[in-house]
């Protein structure tokens, strides 16, 4: 018979072992290939690393005509293209960064309908009269990836991407495939919805990723500590994420004063800066890589072993995705997340005051909650971090931190009151520091000009040390008791969560803070 007839040229098994040299699909590839060559429109749901790009590769080529790829990430493309080509296909990009003798032969390459994969831009797709001159072309399906970015409830949204929604009538009959890794399941109607594409098949695969260490640990000494994290690794790849452009160039140096060889990378850094750093960080060398989140979406070596945050991520979501850069080729990897009340109590308040639409900001505050809630956990980590996702592991997964190390508690509520009180006589105008100081009782110049040596708190804590009291700090503000009175690191009471604690109402237990990760993967199997 020939395949032709159909409009289809090859079959899917046929291309993933030629083209891709695989031989079988992963997960849920083969669903979702079999309902897009079916001409059905699909939801594809997949983590990070779980192979989403042949969903749509494969009946791209498989299908008579050209298979569009809308992604919004340039670097990505330009990898994918450079990836596809090395396989013999016929890919191409369409962006705003191409060299203008790469777009003339792209063009004179899509006007003789060479191209079997092109990867366009939203921008790019919906400037007047683009989508109509490609559609001149048979189109074998439309991909949409990192569909997230058309939700406004998603962390990434794109106003852009919102025209997408008018594919249909320019490419009518044209199968249609939205990829995110993003869960959660209003993000998925968001997505059908802003679309219009409310009955499309939806297919979701599991997040879990056994592979994956998951631990985390109050943050003592930074460096020591990031230090400790990548010491196992010195001879892999691993990324060390931060908040800010500031603090990776900052611990990058740090960590090359220690013999790593780590290198900053952030959305400031000149194009030809991010580009050697990438070109290095893909030839396979062992090096850290320390980073805002701007590293990360399509970054595809297989082989990082470790991921540390200095910083706690701003929910699950960007926790997972991050995460999910190490241990891609299915062998170990550990993660650390290294966390601190301070920050929780300035996110909360950033978040308060930002001037966001109030539905958006309920939904950041929502996702913040639960990262606060992963981060402080004493259950299983890997349990807590899929149950993010609805997904349920049916036992412990037995490797996490607190699976490995059982978190140790204590009657909190005496500390607790220690720390309300002293919040609340020094005028909740100081941060955690200072509090620690006062109820340390240790007389210092500040303490002195403050004239908190005279306050009937000082030195109610000299028993425990600050590392201990940061601890009860930071989980009374996870809990809500504490929140940020200020710009500055001052921190107050929550009138509502701290009374009935204050009043002796309510009893508090708390976590023993662990002092060295108790995890690795290097130890993890044997
Ligand atoms: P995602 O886009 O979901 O993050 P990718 O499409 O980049 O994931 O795939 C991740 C890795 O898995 C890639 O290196 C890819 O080559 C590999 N991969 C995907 N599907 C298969 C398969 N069926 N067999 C073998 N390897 C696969
Ligand atoms: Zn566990």
Redesign the pocket.
């Known amino acids: 018979t020939d395949p032709s007839a159909s409009g289809i040229d090859e079959t899917p098994d046929a291309v993933?072992k030629r083209v891709?040299g695989?031989?079988?699909?992963?997960g849920q590839?083969e669903d979702v290939i079999s309902a897009v060559m079916a001409g059905e429109d699909v939801l594809v749901i997949?983590?990070?690393?779980?192979?989403?790009?042949?969903?749509y590769q494969v009946p791209a080529l498989c299908r008579h005509g050209m298979g569009i790829v809308i992604s919004p990430l340039i670097a990505l493309m330009d990898d994918q293209v450079a990836a596809l080509r090395q396989l013999g296909v016929n890919a191409a990009a369409l962006h705003s960064e191409l060299p203008p003798d790469r777009l003339d032969q792209t063009r004179a390459d899509l006007r003789e309908g060479r191209i079997d994969l092109l990867y366009i831009s939203p921008e790019r797709l919906v400037s007047p009269g683009t989508a109509r001159w490609l559609a001149r072309n048979p189109v074998s399906v439309l991909a949409i990836d990192e569909a997230h970015c058309v939700s406004a409830w998603g962390h990434e949204f794109r106003p852009e991407y919102r025209a997408l929604a008018d594919l249909p009538s320019v490419f009518p009959g044209v199968p249609r495939i939205a990829?995110t890794?993003t869960a959660d399941s209003r993000t998925q109607d968001d997505i059908l919805l802003a679309l219009g594409m409310p009955e499309a098949k939806r297919l979701t695969s599991s997040f879990h990723r056994p592979n994956l260490f998951l631990a985390a640990l109050p943050k003592g000494s930074e460096t020591k500590q990031v230090q400790d994290a990548l010491t196992p690794h010195r001879e892999d790849a691993a990324i060390v994420y931060c908040g800010s452009r500031n603090r990776t160039e900052r611990m990058a140096k740090s960590l090359r004063e220690r013999g790593f060889n780590a290198l900053p990378y952030h959305a400031g850094l000149s194009s030809q800066e991010k580009h050697a750093t990438l070109m290095r960080f893909r030839s396979g060398e062992p090096m850290v890589i320390v980073a805002t989140v701007a590293f990360g979406m399509g970054i595809?070596r297989?082989d990082v072993r470790c991921v540390v945050h200095l910083d706690m991520p701003a929910s699950p979501e960007a926790y997972y995705q991050q995460i999910?850069r190490a241990g891609?080729d299915g062998e170990p990897a550990d993660t650390l997340l290294l966390y601190g009340g301070e920050d929780m109590a300035r996110a909360r308040h950033w978040l308060e005051q930002s001037t966001a639409p109030d539905t958006e900001k309920r939904v950041t505050q929502a996702r913040l909650e639960s990262m606060i809630a992963l981060t402080e956990t004493v259950e299983c980590r890997t349990q807590a971090l899929l149950a993010c996702f609805g997904e349920a592991l049916s036992a412990p997964c037995g490797h996490c931190d607190n699976c490995r190390n059982p978190a140790q508690t204590f009657d909190g509520t005496e500390a607790a009151q220690k720390v309300l009180s002293t919040i609340y006589r020094t005028g909740q105008r100081f941060g955690a520091v200072h509090l620690t100081t006062v109820l340390r009782g240790k007389l210092t110049e500040a303490i002195e000009r403050h004239a908190h040596q005279h306050l009937t708190v000082f030195g109610v804590g000299k028993e425990h040390s600050e590392q201990w009291w940061r601890g009860v700090i930071r989980q009374l503000i996870a809990r809500g008791a504490i929140r940020m009175s200020g710009e500055h690191g001052a921190l107050g009471l929550d009138v509502e969560a701290a009374r009935p604690l204050l009043r002796g109402e309510e009893s508090l237990r708390l976590r023993v803070d662990p002092l060295k990760p108790v995890v690795s993967a290097q130890r993890g199997v044997s």
């Open positions: 993933l891709f695989f031989d079988s699909f992963r590839q997949m983590p990070t690393g779980g192979g989403k790009s042949l969903c990829l890794a595809d297989p999910g891609r």
